[in-house]
């Protein structure tokens, strides 16, 4: 375990270090391409520490995503903070909103509290459209004041693999931690845990919080990346989607849902160049997991090598 | 000798049928306390109710002296008193080890600890209590892939994590064959004496009841119609009548 433990952390310099040789590549695109993709895996990381590790899938997810993204961006703009005040208000907001639905979803279990994540994500996405001196309405938040020293395009993409490596790591901890484990056996079994003398329902919604948290630190890093926030981003479909990046990549493994995020949107991107119809995609994709790939294509992966480690 | 946990007067109804009516029950220090009654008698939901996973509509459960009524289940686990369920409950995907780990870690206190890896802790403990009911060997296994008997012996050693002083048991031997009968209660007996913890414990195998209680108790329709020694219970006309000659009846 340990020795896994050791693993995990070498492939983790390794790809870190892999990631920052991406700007020699010489390609814009690709820079473009793979800051988009750390913000999105973070996201759907975060997602995950709800949906694999507490075992209550979340509708609503994009919610924190866009507090985060919204409320950093007003921060740098309309008030004129450094960015060292906004993120971090940003994301404390995104961690506030969270605990206060967290507070009503966690008394709720199953369908019922998917359900209320949902309610409350489209509750969200009403404000951002409705209250347009704010936050811009349909026509989005646009301009953002994005700090010089991370205005060029290379300069964010270090900033952002800065942003979500630490994040990621922080992730993991929390993951693995003795919080992490009672998590994963709240998940599994939420009556002997609570007679082991686990308070679940507060276990429940510190797991809320966090997942509130990171999404939005990726909304706060998606809206600067974009320099606007748009009311799509709080949409149940951007809850959707994150949902099936998380589903893709694994739920009972911690990279999983970045590899997911990492596939998904790669795929996006280059079948939107091709033609109209990714929602067919993703919907052959999502039947295709559900059907086939309950463990997404970490499980698929695992399964492989296990065949191979069979025959020989 | 000293009572440990007192049942008064409790009264719980689901709809307007009545599943506890006017139940006065106690445990002493050390007693094996057995609480037998036809199905529907009203037994897990009594356990529900000590262990407030249930609110009784009236009267009180006290614990070390203490009134619980309307405590909640994980504060209840910490004054002391702990619990197996009726059916398996464990951490099916979960490996034994951490299935035991993580009630380590709740008795600590540690379950909100986000930034201490969980890994590392209480291992010697974890890997003690797994010997305690012979499960060592079984350490690594996922938790749903053990055989049933196995599984009671890891929901066993969960219950202990908490260093319990008293031992709310739901049909020990629940699904077992006669031998891993004999050998759960063999354990389950040798663990109450090394560590002097009373049990009160519903039961279905009359042999195992007649074996090692020190006291009876007999649930009918949510009341409770007997309480005393082994030997008396067989000679009560009303617990013959409905329960024991029931039984006999249906055999």
Not at chain 1, 116 to 126: E, H, I, Q, R, S
Not at chain 1, 129 to 134: E, H, I, P, S, T
Not at chain 2, 135 to 146: F, K
Request: glycine residues 10%; charged residues 15%; neutral net charge.
């Amino acid at each position: 375990m340990q020795g896994k433990y050791k693993a995990t952390f070498w492939l983790s310099v390794v790809l870190v270090a892999l990631l920052l040789l991406v700007p020699a590549l010489g390609s814009k695109y690709l820079v473009d391409l793979t800051t988009e993709i750390m913000i999105y895996a973070l996201f759907a990381l975060s997602l995950n520490v709800l949906i694999g590790y507490s075992g209550n899938i979340s509708f609503g997810h994009a919610a924190y995503f866009a507090i985060g993204g919204y409320a950093c961006a007003i921060f740098l703009t309309t008030y004129e903070w450094p960015l060292i005040i906004s993120m971090p208000a940003a994301i404390v907001l995104a961690g506030l909103a969270a605990a206060f639905v967290g507070y009503f979803c966690i008394r709720l279990t199953d369908i019922y509290f998917s359900m209320l994540t949902l309610a409350f994500g489209m509750l969200v996405w009403a404000v951002a459209f409705k209250w347009r001196g704010v936050t811009g309405g349909d026509d989005g938040f646009v301009g953002v004041a994005v700090p010089e020293f991370i205005g060029d395009r290379y300069a964010f993409f270090y900033f952002t693999l800065t942003v979500v490596a630490l994040s990621t790591g922080l992730l993991w901890l929390i993951c693995h931690s003795a919080f992490g484990r009672t998590l994963v056996a709240v998940r599994e079994n939420r009556m002997r845990a609570s007679f082991v003398g686990v308070d679940t329902r507060r276990l429940r919604l510190t797991a809320f919080v966090v997942a509130g948290t990171f999404a939005g630190i990726a909304g706060s890093l998606f809206a600067m990346y974009n320099r606007g926030v748009y009311v799509e981003s709080a949409f149940w479909t951007e809850s959707g989607q994150v949902l099936i990046m998380t589903l893709l990549g694994g739920l009972y493994s911690f990279f999983g849902p970045a590899l997911g995020a990492a596939v998904l949107y790669t795929l996006q991107v280059g079948i939107n160049q091709y033609t109209e119809y990714w929602p067919v995609v993703l919907g052959t994709i999502l039947l295709i997991i559900i059907m086939f790939l309950p463990n997404g294509l970490v499980g698929l992966a695992q399964k492989i090598s296990a065949q191979f480690s069979r025959r020989t | 000798m000293e009572t440990v946990l007192e049942i008064k007067q409790a009264y719980k109804a689901f709809d307007g049928f009545v599943a506890i009516n006017d139940v006065t029950i106690d445990l002493k220090r050390g007693e094996k306390h057995a609480i037998i009654g036809p199905n529907g008698a009203g037994k897990t939901t009594l356990f529900n109710l000590i262990t407030g996973h249930l609110k009784v509509d009236r009267g009180s459960v006290t614990f070390e002296g203490k009134e619980i009524t309307g405590t909640p289940p994980h504060r209840i686990v910490k004054l002391g008193l702990a619990r197996s369920f009726q059916r398996i409950n464990i951490y099916p995907r979960m490996t034994v080890f951490e299935n035991v780990q993580v009630a380590l870690i709740a008795r600590d206190g540690r379950s909100f600890h986000l930034f201490t890896l969980g890994h590392a802790l209480n291992r010697d403990e974890s890997a003690e209590l797994l010997a305690l009911v012979g499960l060592s060997a079984e350490a690594e296994e996922l938790a749903g892939e053990l055989a049933y008997g196995k599984q009671k012996q890891l929901e066993l050693a969960i219950s202990l994590a908490s260093h319990p002083s008293v031992l709310l048991l739901d049909e020990p031997t629940a699904g077992m064959s006669p031998p891993e009968t004999v050998e759960a209660i063999k354990l389950i007996e040798e663990i109450a004496e090394a560590r002097g913890l009373a049990l009160l414990f519903t039961e279905h195998d009359m042999g195992v009841v007649f074996g090692i209680s020190d006291r009876i108790s007999v649930l009918h329709h949510g009341e409770l119609i007997f309480s005393g020694a082994p030997d008396r219970v067989r000679e009560d006309p009303e617990v013959r009548r409905v329960y024991l000659g029931e039984s006999h009846g249906a055999a």
